[in-house]
T-cell receptor, first 116, second 108 residues
Framework: DGGITQSPKYLFRKEGQNVTLSCEQN?????MYWYRQDPGQGLRLIYY???????QKGDIAEGYSVSREKKESFPLTVTSAQKNPTAFYLC???????????????FGEGSWLTVV | EDQVTQSPEALRLQEGESSSLNCSYT??????LFWYRQDPGKGPEFLFT???AGEEKEKERLKATLTKKESFLHITAPKPEDSATYLC?????????FGEGTQLTVNP
């Protein structure tokens, strides 16, 4: 099946720990994204990448890090510097389309991160 | 800065009672306006992309329309399975900017 796979679905982090959320896509999309969603709120962009070995900060990048070593993979590390990491994390991808038309972004099923 | 405002925050309908959700936006150079449906604990599911004012798209009981300042998602004769949060987003560059969503509940 083609799609975006996020793992794990549920993750618990202790104070001071770094944790990594996995995101893999087999849609052959160039661009990948990480969004954070808090209860009752919209999605906020953490990081995005348009090509391998390149990525840009979004609106709330502090306390997070990413890598893009392969086209299919875009893991997100939530570091101990992120003081309020409990949230729902969504990975997404899109094709890169030239010209004026927008690029539809498709989402994975999400990962819940809870600080314990 | 791109901004998206959705209204109402929550909407409760009876089965068969048609209504509309609103998405107002300000963006410099709109490349596309997107509607998604999100069920609790799931990732958003893509519904529609609208590219220019006057454009309309339909899917089952849903119809999305676009003007230069806002988009509407019309729901005709909704069913309980249409209950979800509906998200609107705009794209000016590569990224999407989302509104906070409208939580729709359809009672049988």
């Amino acid at each position: 099946d083609g799609g975006i796979t996020q793992s794990p679905k549920y993750l618990f982090r202790k104070e001071g720990q770094n944790v990594t959320l996995s995101c893999e896509q087999n849609l052959n999309h160039d661009a990948m994204y990480w969004y954070r969603q808090d209860p009752g709120q919209g999605l906020r962009l953490i990081y995005y990448s348009q090509i391998v070995n390149d990525f840009q900060k979004g609106d709330i990048a502090e306390g997070y890090s990413v890598s893009r070593e392969k086209k299919e993979s875009f893991p997100l590390t939530v570091t101990s510097a992120q003081k309020n990491p409990t949230a729902f994390y969504l990975c997404a991808s899109s094709p890169t389309r030239q010209g004026a038309g927008g690029n539809t972004i498709y989402f994975g099923e999400g990962s819940w991160l809870t600080v314990v | 800065e791109d901004q998206v405002t959705q209204s109402p925050e929550a909407l409760r309908l009876q089965e068969g009672e048609s209504s509309s959700l609103n998405c107002s936006y300000t963006v410099s150079g709109l490349r596309g306006l997107f509607w998604y449906r999100q069920d609790p604990g799931k990732g958003p599911e893509f519904l529609f992309t609208l590219y220019s004012a006057g454009e309309e798209k339909e899917k089952e009981r849903l119809k999305a329309t676009l003007t230069k300042k806002e988009s509407f998602l019309h729901i005709t004769a909704p069913k309980p399975e249409d209950s979800a949060t509906y998200l609107c987003a705009v794209q000016a560059q590569i990224r999407l900017t989302f509104g906070e969503g409208t939580q729709l509940t359809v009672n049988p």
